[in-house]
């Protein structure tokens, strides 16, 4: 029976609290007279006499017989008390001026000898309760952990105690019935599953392996960009291959105390050999599998300590009881060389964005959870989300089931999981945000421009909305293109058509008001982005050529590029990069002007609809205009 990670520390809490209280309890009620320790003074017998024929004695302590005395004083603290010695063969005397003072002898006085044991139990009980505690909490865990034989061990009595039984790894373990998930719940990722799939083979049946005499990889490597299933495909290799699934994140292994991520991953391999064969899956390795460098004092680092430890269990544990170890990032450039090497994760299976095939197949997967009117043709959300992880596709079905619940439906229909393209893209429509006539107006022919610029040019994608909804994302609006076919090669020409595209919005603003607005800050990032890329990366600039001037930093995240030449070929760069956005908004403004009127009609029309259709768009593009001159007689 495992215990819960919650659980578990609230146990702890609580046993803390009971343990706090049966001290204040011990120093509190039960010795009270403790809490303040008595101050005794010696006097001489004479001033005892003094004072008791003054009748200025309160409390005495005196046996006949005894020599010592000890009494207190009338007005006084009861904790200062006074100490001598009597005279021998003055006992009469004594007990006489004892009785005629009127001292109260029936009270005993403590002294400091008489209460020392009593200090002692105060200072050393508390102790004792902590380490008993701490011995009865570790056996406590060592059941609920299935120890069988929880001896009474108090170093590690304390260190389920005072840390919490942190040397525990905390891996989610997940018993091959309760996986539920198998390879026929992932789609678009067909390649990642016929690499995977001989991992199952080998954990369903060794022997065939064993007899030819090949070893399985010991780890594989799920490297992708966010969404795309690497955690879905490590269950679904479990799932197939009907094993247990220890599941745990690489930030789990990072402690506030020094070497518990090392004892972590030492817990998680003895109870993944105990459960063999067994898939143990490690999400997010680079939080403890980054490289590691030479200088400083790196070599004392808690994450080093526990890569180290990673990178030994990897290679002590005997392959043939199958322990396959499955791992994901999305920064594999970060990762320690000699995690890679043949042996440890000496299998790299890429999980990328899927294509449009795998846009589809995954769209149609999670549609089945969804009820819906037919007809809903999936081929068109698949061409219109390029880019689109797993994850934003299941995200998008979701969106489109959420908008028929508020539309009052019980069945979702094409048009909501189109417009849930759209709120994942650019955000829900604001409608609270009221532009003035003007601004509708700019708004309007700005996204005409973008339309009218893609539209002239040949080898543009298609237009296929346009709208002037603000969106939640900031967007007062905007103009989609949608590719046909899917493409991986785009040319030299069909990048500058891009660049002029982007050009159009600011050209049209130019051209009609003949000023310029912050709307076009978007369309900037973007053209300067493809432009500098043209030229760093693409090796599209006559001046360069083929001279990789930038790399890539994290080509699964935000894919950045970082310059790589000196400081003064990176002027010329910027040059190059001023050039190429110059020409295609001179391209842009030139188109613009031989379609103004068209530039004058659609934005009107757009104006009064707020939202058209790529249909309505090109009917209007293409309809022959009879207050337009003839292609003749242009010239």
């Known amino acids: ?32 007279s403790m809490r303040t320790q008595q101050q005794v003074t010696e006097v001489s017998y004479s001033t005892l006499l003094t004072d008791l024929e003054s009748k200025n004695v309160d409390k005495m302590d005196y046996t006949a017989g005894d020599s010592d005395v000890l009494y207190t004083r009338k007005g006084e603290d009861e904790g200062v008390a006074y100490r001598t010695t009597a005279m021998p063969g003055a006992e009469d005397t004594l007990s006489q001026l004892i009785m005629e003072s009127g001292a109260d002898t029936s009270v005993t006085i403590p002294s400091n000898d008489s209460g020392t044991w009593l200090y002692l139990l105060i200072t050393f009980a508390p102790i004792l309760i902590f380490i008993l505690f701490g011995w009865w909490l570790n056996r406590r865990m060592k059941k609920a952990m299935g120890d069988d034989n929880p001896s009474m061990d108090f170093s590690s009595g304390f260190g389920g105690f005072g840390a ?6 905390g891996a989610r373990i997940v018993a091959s019935k309760d996986v539920g998930v198998t390879f026929k719940d992932v789609a678009g990722q067909e390649e990642a599953k016929e690499s995977l799939k001989e991992v199952v083979d080998f954990l369903e049946k060794p022997e065939r392996y064993e007899a030819i005499g090949a070893k399985l990889p010991r780890g594989a490597l799920l490297v992708g960009p966010p969404g795309t299933g690497k955690t879905l495909l490590a269950k679904a290799v479990a799932g197939e291959a009907g094993v247990p699934f220890f599941s745990i994140s690489g930030s789990e292994f990072v402690e506030m105390f020094v070497g518990r991520g090392a004892a972590k991953v030492r817990d998680l391999f003895k109870q993944a050999k105990e459960k063999a064969p067994c898939i143990v899956f ?40 199958g322990i396959v170890v499955l791992a994901a990032t999305n920064r594999p450039d970060s990762l320690d060389p000699a995690l890679l090497r043949p042996g440890r994760f000496d299998r790299r299976v890429p999980v990328e964005l899927p294509d449009l095939t795998g846009r589809k197949a995954i769209l149609e997967l999670h549609l089945k959870d969804v009820k819906v009117q037919q007809p809903v043709d999936m081929s068109a959300i698949a061409r219109a989300t390029p880019g689109a992880s797993g994850a934003d596709l299941a995200n998008i079905i979701n969106e489109g089931a959420l908008r028929a619940v508020r539309m009052g439906r019980k069945l979702a229909c094409q048009e909501d999981f189109e417009e849930s393209v759209e709120v994942v893209i650019a955000g829900q429509q604001r409608k609270s945000t009221v532009l003035s006539d003007h601004e509708k107006q700019v708004v309007s022919y700005h996204e005409i421009g973008h339309a009218i610029v893609a539209a002239s040019q040949t080898g543009s994608a298609p237009v296929t909305k346009i709208t002037i909804v603000p969106r939640t994302s900031g967007a007062l609006g905007y103009t989609m293109q949608v590719e046909q076919d899917e493409k991986f090669l785009t040319t030299k020409q069909e990048v500058l058509n891009k660049l002029a595209v982007y050009c159009g919005g600011r050209a049209a603003e130019e051209l009609i008001f003949g000023e310029m607005t912050t709307g076009a800050a978007n369309d900037i990032e973007q053209a300067t982005k493809l432009a500098r890329n043209m030229i760093t990366r693409f090796g599209m600039s006559d001046e360069f050529g083929m001279m990789a001037l930038g790399t890539v930093q ?23 990069v001023l050039k190429l956005i110059t020409e295609a908004h001179e391209r842009a403004l030139q188109i613009l002007r031989e379609n103004k009127f068209k530039l004058h009609e659609l934005a009107r029309y757009l104006y009064k609809k707020e939202t058209i259709t790529g249909e309505e768009f090109m009917t209007l593009m293409k309809r022959e205009n009879p207050f337009m001159p003839k292609p003749e007689q242009q010239g």
């Open 164 to 169: 919490g039984g942190l040397g525990k790894s």
């Open 282 to 321: 490690i999400d997010e390795i680079d939080t403890i599998g980054k490289k590691r460098d030479g200088g400083g004092f790196s070599g004392n680092d808690e994450r080093e300590q526990t890569l180290n430890q990673l990178l030994t269990e990897m290679d002590g544990f005997d392959n043939k009881k």
């Open 1 to 32: 029976m495992e215990m819960d990670d919650h659980k578990r520390r609230r146990n702890m809490i609580l046993y803390v609290l009971i343990a706090f209280a049966l001290y204040l309890v011990l120093s509190t009620v039960l010795f009270p």
């Open 554 to 576: 994290n080509a699964y995240l935000n894919q950045d590029t970082s310059l790589t030449c000196a400081p003064g070929t990176a002027e010329r760069v910027d040059d190059a």
